[in-house]
């Protein structure tokens, strides 16, 4: 397929909203994870949290759509002009012709969870207030992004897990490379709530500090929330900028949560972007690892990587700044690698203090400029659904 082209971009999470703030963040070396203290939840974890998401209530004609999720959308949609770039691209193409494809997990699910709370009695109902299909139902988000951007074309959500939001991407391309749609918005978002939170720690993944991923002493995951988007287009707006030039798509389904220990599913999944972009392994200059934290995701990612690669491939994992976003987690990283390439620096992996000493990537220990054509960045999610994106100047 032809190389899609990025006209805009906006992110939002713990460390900032914004590409500049989170540029920014990245060159200070600023952590957004902090104790976990979060909607009356407390327990021995750190986690990044967009702060103020309660005072901005989604505008008055999507109040039916509120929620915290819908919240975090809006707030990204408001960011770097994002909704401004939407409407010129609608004047090029019509609003029939842009797809709007989301990635998430939990979705609006804290409204869920508070409609249960109120519940006096097992017996009673959850209040009329409650609506599962405009807040907990995946495709809210969706909805939400369409209607607030006035688009018409196709629409659906990807739920994958943690590749939720690269997956996106291959969706995207694949309507476009048909004819369904001249462009795409795509993103990922999701929010904390209990679920996530209560879960991770119910299957103990979450660490009891700030993550480290890669680091020979990580003992988990720290949760975040993110929300993301991206315009593809066939043509680019202005020139110069970066475009989406293949992406790779594997399930292994070895296990419900546990990656493939030899990283088969990843590398089937990272060969098949680098087809897909017409790249060999040397061409990628920078990895922008899934790298969670936990023992045997990080440790799969490297072999994996050594694997298709080589040793001594330079790489990081920036779960450090923004926690582990889940659904929006392919998002956030692509945003860190678009900025990788225009401003053409690697971001330190934060809070490696000793790698792991069996691990052959060359894992970036500050962050510092560096010389970038071609940058991949990979998700993979629970049942091995797995999703690789490489990205070119």
């Given at each position: 397929?032809?190389?899609?082209?990025?006209?805009?971009?906006?992110?939002?999470?713990?460390?900032?909203?914004?590409?500049?703030?989170?540029?920014?963040?990245?060159?200070?070396?600023?952590?957004?994870?902090?104790?976990?203290?979060?909607?009356?939840?407390?327990?021995?974890?750190?986690?990044?949290?967009?702060?103020?998401?309660?005072?901005?209530?989604?505008?008055?004609?999507?109040?039916?759509?509120?929620?915290?999720?819908?919240?975090?959308?809006?707030?990204?949609?408001?960011?770097?002009?994002?909704?401004?770039?939407?409407?010129?691209?609608?004047?090029?193409?019509?609003?029939?012709?842009?797809?709007?494809?989301?990635?998430?997990?939990?979705?609006?699910?804290?409204?869920?969870?508070?409609?249960?709370?109120?519940?006096?009695?097992?017996?009673?109902?959850?209040?009329?207030?409650?609506?599962?299909?405009?807040?907990?139902?995946?495709?809210?988000?969706?909805?939400?992004?369409?209607?607030?951007?006035?688009?018409?074309?196709?629409?659906?959500?990807?739920?994958?897990?943690?590749?939720?939001?690269?997956?996106?991407?291959?969706?995207?391309?694949?309507?476009?490379?048909?004819?369904?749609?001249?462009?795409?918005?795509?993103?990922?978002?999701?929010?904390?709530?209990?679920?996530?939170?209560?879960?991770?720690?119910?299957?103990?993944?979450?660490?009891?500090?700030?993550?480290?991923?890669?680091?020979?002493?990580?003992?988990?995951?720290?949760?975040?929330?993110?929300?993301?988007?991206?315009?593809?287009?066939?043509?680019?707006?202005?020139?110069?900028?970066?475009?989406?030039?293949?992406?790779?798509?594997?399930?292994?389904?070895?296990?419900?949560?546990?990656?493939?220990?030899?990283?088969?599913?990843?590398?089937?999944?990272?060969?098949?972007?680098?087809?897909?972009?017409?790249?060999?392994?040397?061409?990628?200059?920078?990895?922008?690892?899934h790298g969670t934290g936990t023992p045997a995701n990080d440790r799969a990612e490297d072999v994996?990587?050594?694997?298709?690669?080589?040793?001594?491939?330079?790489?990081?994992?920036?779960?450090?700044?923004?926690?582990?976003?889940?659904?929006?987690?392919?998002?956030?990283?692509?945003?860190?690698?678009?900025?990788?390439?225009?401003?053409?620096?690697?971001?330190?992996?934060?809070?490696l203090t000793q790698p792991d000493p069996v691990f052959q990537m060359q894992l970036v220990t500050?962050?510092?400029?560096?010389?970038?054509?071609?940058?991949?960045?990979?998700?993979?999610?629970?049942?091995?659904?797995?999703?690789?994106?490489?990205?070119?100047?």
């Amino acid at each position: 397929m032809e190389p899609l082209h990025i006209t805009a971009i906006t992110l939002v999470s713990g460390i900032g909203r914004g590409m500049t703030a989170t540029a920014d963040a990245l060159r200070a070396e600023k952590s957004a994870l902090v104790p976990c203290a979060f909607d009356g939840l407390t327990m021995d974890s750190y986690i990044g949290v967009v702060p103020d998401l309660e005072q901005a209530p989604v505008r008055q004609a999507l109040q039916h759509l509120d929620c915290r999720n819908n919240r975090l959308a809006q707030t990204a949609l408001q960011t770097d002009s994002f909704d401004a770039r939407v409407k010129d691209a609608i004047g090029r193409y019509g609003a029939g012709r842009i797809a709007t494809v989301i990635g998430t997990t939990s979705s609006g699910i804290q409204e869920a969870e508070h409609a249960y709370a109120r519940r006096q009695s097992e017996a009673e109902r959850l209040t009329p207030s409650f609506s599962f299909e405009n807040s907990q139902s995946h495709f809210s988000v969706t909805a939400f992004v369409r209607e607030y951007l006035g688009l018409r074309g196709p629409a659906y959500t990807v739920s994958t897990a943690c590749s939720s939001s690269n997956k996106v991407f291959a969706d995207a391309r694949q309507l476009i490379a048909v004819g369904a749609c001249d462009a795409a918005v795509v993103g990922g978002v999701d929010s904390l709530c209990w679920m996530s939170l209560c879960g991770f720690n119910s299957l103990q993944l979450l660490s009891h500090g700030p993550c480290r991923p890669n680091d020979a002493n990580r003992d988990g995951l720290s949760i975040g929330e993110a929300a993301g988007f991206t315009l593809l287009e066939r043509e680019p707006a202005a020139s110069g900028g970066v475009r989406l030039l293949g992406c790779g798509e594997s399930c292994d389904a070895h296990h419900m949560s546990a990656p493939h220990p030899e990283g088969l599913g990843a590398i089937a999944a990272m060969s098949r972007a680098l087809g897909g972009a017409g790249l060999k392994p040397a061409d990628i200059d920078y990895i922008n690892l899934h790298g969670t934290g936990t023992p045997a995701n990080d440790r799969a990612e490297d072999v994996a990587v050594a694997k298709l690669f080589g040793p001594g491939k330079l790489c990081s994992s920036t779960k450090g700044w923004t926690g582990h976003t889940l659904g929006a987690a392919g998002m956030t990283e692509v945003a860190i690698s678009v900025l990788c390439l225009t401003e053409q620096f690697v971001p330190a992996n934060l809070n490696l203090t000793q790698p792991d000493p069996v691990f052959q990537m060359q894992l970036v220990t500050q962050t510092r400029p560096a010389k970038l054509d071609a940058v991949l960045t990979n998700s993979f999610g629970f049942g091995g659904s797995n999703c690789a994106i490489v990205l070119g100047r």
